[in-house]
C-alpha cells in the first residue's frame, strides 16, 4: 500500500524557520524525484520544490528559492525540507509526492507563519 506522510509543521513567526519531513512507502522510494507542494486556503496547490532520486538535481520556485532546501535519505524513504526565513506567504499546507505524481495526496502539515 502506497503511503506519504507528512510532518513538521508548526506556527512560527517571521524570520523563523521548520523542517518538514515526509515518508514514503509502498514504492521503490530511491528511483523517483520527489516533489515538495503547497496550497494556501483559497488557492491552487503550488510547486515548490523537486529534488531527483539521487539528491543530485534541485529546483524550487522564485518564491522560495535561497531560503527552502530539500533533501532525502533514501536509506530512510525521507524527503525532507528545511524552511528558512519564513514569511506570511509562506502560510499553507505542505504535501509531498512523487513524479510521476500519485493519484492521490497525503494529509499534510500545516505551516502558519505571523507576522
Known amino acids: 500500500q502506497v503511503q506519504l506522510v507528512e510532518s513538521g509543521g508548526g506556527s512560527v513567526q517571521t524570520g523563523g524557520s521548520l523542517i518538514l519531513s515526509c515518508v514514503a512507502s509502498g514504492f521503490t522510494f530511491s528511483v523517483y524525484s520527489m516533489r515538495w507542494y503547497r496550497q494556501a486556503p483559497g488557492k491552487e496547490r503550488e510547486l515548490v520544490a523537486i529534488?531527483?532520486?539521487?539528491?543530485?538535481?534541485?529546483n524550487y520556485a522564485d518564491s522560495v528559492k535561497g531560503r527552502f532546501t530539500a533533501s532525502r535519505d533514501n536509506a530512510k524513504n525521507t524527503v525532507y525540507l528545511r524552511m528558512n526565513s519564513l514569511k506570511p506567504e509562506d502560510t499553507a499546507v505542505y504535501y509531498c509526492?512523487?513524479?510521476?505524481?500519485?493519484?492521490?495526496w497525503g494529509q499534510g502539515t500545516q505551516v502558519t507563519v505571523s507576522s
Open positions: 509526492n512523487r513524479y510521476p505524481l500519485f493519484d492521490f
Open positions: 529534488i531527483s532520486g539521487s539528491s543530485m538535481y534541485t
